[in-house]
DNA sequence: AAGTTATGTGTAACCGATTACACATAGTTT
DNA sequence: AAACTATGTGTAATCGGTTACACATAACTT
């Protein structure tokens, strides 16, 4: 593989003179720059990355930790940071943290040592005290998910109280007079602000009971056995607000087996967006701006690499309520 | 962040000496690693991997090029190639090819210059031809799905014809006698090798027709698309083999729609074994390894970065019939 | 006792780029 | 005409490691 000095020598410049022309700084004279040009086509030279980056001090590479890419939420963040990534020029490592402490830390570390210059995380269980080391090394990071303000901290949240509101108040609309709540990890923020502005619309109706609502674990099989069990506790429920769609999709299973139908008998609705097409009836969500958040996470953090100033350190997205057959027939 | 050279000032020994004990080869005097260990710790020092990468010519990162992360097969598959070079310490960096040849060939482009130290391309459109650059580079790949044996390419598929004949037999087996076909996109080799397992089983059959096969690709609207069409013109159809886990929910979808029960009208069984624990009925399906599949991946790629011999150029996987309640109830 | 072999260490070149600095020349100001 | 400024280029240090090679000493061989 050819390298500067290749280019150099056979252009008849210094490594300087090619260096410049690489990088558009600095002044570069016509008859050189044409030179250069010549020779690096003939030579098909491209520029080593890890030498660039080690007198540089710019990987072009930027971490994404993530629970669980199997989890159907984060392959469309992944999507998202990766496609926008692409346009910037820069490559994505991934690395799935199983919301284990443990393995943030690592992964961390490791990231802090290859020198990657930006992180993107989405965690439930990342603490301030985790980023020290990243804050120490100037490494910038992009929360999704989790606020926790600092600088060279930016986080990206969605309206997830509004959301449940939204929730609560269009099975309302539809004529829902009991209406079951599937709640995601306490431990988990976003989770209870959805629970929260659930509670916010059904405490003062007659028909709330604490009982109707059901703890569980943003899984599949987790809603189903919520599911179940609410259904054994309030056979007259006639409708579901699952607080996030994998969870509402094990609701659908519950449901479809216990012979209600959706949404004559009872009406479901979940929260994300994430795109379950597979299911029949198709489900009624609170989506986020996925993408968006994806997008907007990697254009902050390349501002963020940029040192660019004036960036909001807390931006918060809105929802909005997509109704599909598990609701509106 | 400290550097090998203050290690070695530090622990009064030479940066050769340092190196030596961080690559525990050469020979290092206990005295010395006791002093090196010690200073270690106390600056915790940790070795600058673009450095290393620089003089050692390895990264201990590697490439994963997947058509589309969104498609729920390639989560598993990374999850487990992810996980694999996880205990090897090796990073992943993720690219969404879009089975576009053009994105893939940047992608390659990227990944060599950024000196990877091997590439998992999974891939239905990639040729020979693309791959002569990494060739030429000395840059090992492994291909997942897609054969054409050449040194340095190591293949792995799975048994996909053997899976037609799986899926159609345990259709027979279970009593239908008009099997419908949903087979995907003809380009690609396993798709093919799928339908012609389902054609060997059934064309000596009796209720074989050729418009029992409708042509679709691989997703979950198609399925939905093609499986009205078939019922349209065969009502009297009481199976349906869908050459892939998607089209499969999709033909699930639309046979809920035409008031068809599954299984007790219509059976229908898929190919993939991707984890859709959302639907119901559950999935019938020929499973394929997958978390097998992308473990061997990697550790055939850590073989082949280690240059060792004897490697099988092509290994095919077994798939296993994984009987549920869309075929059995 | 001389010749090997094993052990241990340091110097300096090298990986392939970036960039500070020195220097030269041409074009503008006063 | 002297003094600047803008343009253009090359030398060499630097980023933070690895490793070939030279050299020294201790431990075995015969």
Redesign the pocket.
Same mark, same amino acid.
């Given at each position: 593989?050819?390298? @500067? /000095?290749d280019v150099s020598k056979l252009a008849? %410049? +210094? %490594? =300087?003179? %090619? +260096?410049?022309y $690489? *990088?558009k *700084?600095?002044? %570069? +004279? /016509?008859?050189?720059e044409l030179a250069i040009a010549e020779v690096i086509e003939k030579l098909n030279y491209?520029? *080593?990355t @890890? =030498?660039?980056s $080690? =007198?540089?001090k710019k990987t072009a590479t930027v971490g994404l930790m993530v629970p669980d890419i199997l989890n159907p939420f984060f392959p469309e963040l992944a999507r998202a940071i990766e496609d926008a990534a692409n346009t910037y020029g820069y490559t994505v490592m991934l690395c799935n943290t199983d919301n284990d402490p443990a393995k943030e830390q690592r992964y961390i570390e490791t990231l802090l040592h290859k020198q990657v210059d930006g992180i993107i995380i989405s965690s439930y269980t990342i603490q301030p005290g985790h980023l020290s080391g990243l804050q120490k090394a100037g490494i910038p990071v992009v929360l999704l998910d989790n606020v926790f303000s600092s600088d060279s901290v930016v986080s990206l949240t969605v309206e997830n109280k509004r959301g449940g509101e939204l929730a609560a108040e269009h099975l309302l609309e539809l004529g829902c007079r009991k209406i079951a709540h599937i709640c995601g990890p306490l431990s988990i923020t976003s989770s209870r602000d959805r629970t929260a502005g659930f509670e916010a619309v059904s405490a003062g109706t007659d028909w709330f009971t604490p009982s109707l609502i059901g703890y569980s674990d943003f899984t599949v099989s987790g809603g189903y056995r919520t599911m179940k069990k609410l259904l054994a506790d309030h056979p007259d429920l006639d409708g579901v607000f699952a607080s996030n769609d994998l969870m509402a999709a094990g609701a659908l299973k519950a449901l479809s087996e216990a012979g209600r139908c959706v949404p004559e008998d009872v009406k479901v609705i979940g929260f994300d967006g994430i795109g379950l097409e597979m299911l029949s009836p198709e489900l009624s969500t609170i989506a986020q701006p996925i993408y968006e958040l994806g997008k907007t996470a990697m254009d902050v953090l390349v501002a963020l690499i940029g040192k660019e100033t004036g960036i909001e350190t807390d931006q918060v997205f809105p929802v909005t309520l997509t109704a599909k057959q598990s609701t509106v027939g």
């Amino acid at each position: 593989m050819a390298t @500067i /000095k290749d280019v150099s020598k056979l252009a008849g %410049v +210094s %490594v =300087a003179t %090619v +260096s410049r022309y $690489l *990088n558009k *700084n600095g002044y %570069v +004279s /016509k008859e050189a720059e044409l030179a250069i040009a010549e020779v690096i086509e003939k030579l098909n030279y491209r520029p *080593n990355t @890890i =030498a660039r980056s $080690l =007198a540089g001090k710019k990987t072009a590479t930027v971490g994404l930790m993530v629970p669980d890419i199997l989890n159907p939420f984060f392959p469309e963040l992944a999507r998202a940071i990766e496609d926008a990534a692409n346009t910037y020029g820069y490559t994505v490592m991934l690395c799935n943290t199983d919301n284990d402490p443990a393995k943030e830390q690592r992964y961390i570390e490791t990231l802090l040592h290859k020198q990657v210059d930006g992180i993107i995380i989405s965690s439930y269980t990342i603490q301030p005290g985790h980023l020290s080391g990243l804050q120490k090394a100037g490494i910038p990071v992009v929360l999704l998910d989790n606020v926790f303000s600092s600088d060279s901290v930016v986080s990206l949240t969605v309206e997830n109280k509004r959301g449940g509101e939204l929730a609560a108040e269009h099975l309302l609309e539809l004529g829902c007079r009991k209406i079951a709540h599937i709640c995601g990890p306490l431990s988990i923020t976003s989770s209870r602000d959805r629970t929260a502005g659930f509670e916010a619309v059904s405490a003062g109706t007659d028909w709330f009971t604490p009982s109707l609502i059901g703890y569980s674990d943003f899984t599949v099989s987790g809603g189903y056995r919520t599911m179940k069990k609410l259904l054994a506790d309030h056979p007259d429920l006639d409708g579901v607000f699952a607080s996030n769609d994998l969870m509402a999709a094990g609701a659908l299973k519950a449901l479809s087996e216990a012979g209600r139908c959706v949404p004559e008998d009872v009406k479901v609705i979940g929260f994300d967006g994430i795109g379950l097409e597979m299911l029949s009836p198709e489900l009624s969500t609170i989506a986020q701006p996925i993408y968006e958040l994806g997008k907007t996470a990697m254009d902050v953090l390349v501002a963020l690499i940029g040192k660019e100033t004036g960036i909001e350190t807390d931006q918060v997205f809105p929802v909005t309520l997509t109704a599909k057959q598990s609701t509106v027939g």
